[in-house]
T-cell receptor
Framework: GAVVSQHPSWVICKSGTSVKIECRSLDFQATTMFWYRQFPKQSLMLMATSNEGSKATYEQGVEKDKFLINHASLTLSTLTVTSAHPEDSSFYIC???????????FGQGTRLTVV | AQTVTQSQPEMSVQEAETVTLSCTYDTSESDYYLFWYKQPPSRQMILVIRQEAYKQQNATENRFSVNFQKAAKSFSLKISDSQLGDAAMYFCAYDLLNAGGTSYGKLTFGQGTILTVHP
């Protein structure tokens, strides 16, 4: 099956710093990637959709200048949380979809803690 | 906009018994996909079962089956012969079709149901 690798699995950073999260499709070309955010015991909320080589489309209420998404290649998308604050602490999950896939495949998620 | 509602925040079942998780959704589309995902404590999202809206036959995957009622916009998950490993949070999700007729991948999730399995 298709494998999506997300890195790091967890990260702790100081308030005011930036953190980059990577999402890689290991055995297929991901034409579209999705970034979700999940608070404890809550649902996944879509943050943005990115297509390779295009600017990401952000959902309403998501600050695009704070959550920078880059999808420069067919196997890699990155989410950068800029000037992180404690309220940005959350679980971030990516999913990827390629041509011919019947579904999107999820990474294992990244737990971000901002102190 | 599409919405997905899971009205059962928590459910419990005895090992080897059967449990049904409920899900309703709202959409104006006629073609779409519905999914059930399992999220264990590791938080890795695992696809349990998928249903294409144009298919009348309910999907089945081993011990997991769905009751898809398109007119009622209902999509429940039945877990038979429950096992301890089934304990997890379960999410119902909706997805539109892309131009190729497959799942686009942009999922709308329900609130989730925490399933506890008692030995």
């Amino acid at each position: 099956g298709a494998v999506v690798s997300q890195h790091p699995s967890w990260v702790i950073c100081k308030s005011g710093t930036s953190v980059k999260i990577e999402c890689r499709s290991l055995d297929f070309q991901a034409t579209t990637m999705f970034w979700y955010r999940q608070f404890p015991k809550q649902s996944l909320m879509l943050m943005a959709t990115s297509n390779e080589g295009s600017k990401a489309t952000y959902e309403q209420g998501v600050e695009k200048d704070k959550f920078l998404i880059n999808h420069a290649s067919l196997t890699l998308s990155t989410l950068t949380v800029t000037s992180a604050h404690p309220e940005d602490s959350s679980f971030y999950i990516c999913s990827s979809r390629g041509w011919g896939n019947t579904e999107a495949f999820f990474g294992q998620g990244t737990r971000l803690t901002v102190v | 906009a599409q919405t997905v509602t899971q009205s059962q925040p928590e459910m419990s079942v005895q090992e080897a018994e059967t449990v049904t998780l409920s899900c309703t959704y709202d959409t104006s589309e006629s073609d779409y996909y519905l999914f059930w995902y399992k999220q264990p404590p590791s938080r890795q999202m695992i696809l349990v079962i998928r249903q294409e809206a144009y298919k009348q036959q309910n999907a089945t995957e081993n011990r997991f089956s769905v009751n898809f009622q398109k007119a009622a916009k209902s999509f429940s998950l039945k877990i038979s012969d429950s096992q301890l490993g089934d304990a997890a949070m379960y999410f119902c999700a909706y997805d539109l079709l892309n131009a190729g007729g497959t799942s686009y991948g942009k999922l709308t999730f329900g609130q989730g149901t925490i399933l506890t399995v008692h030995p």
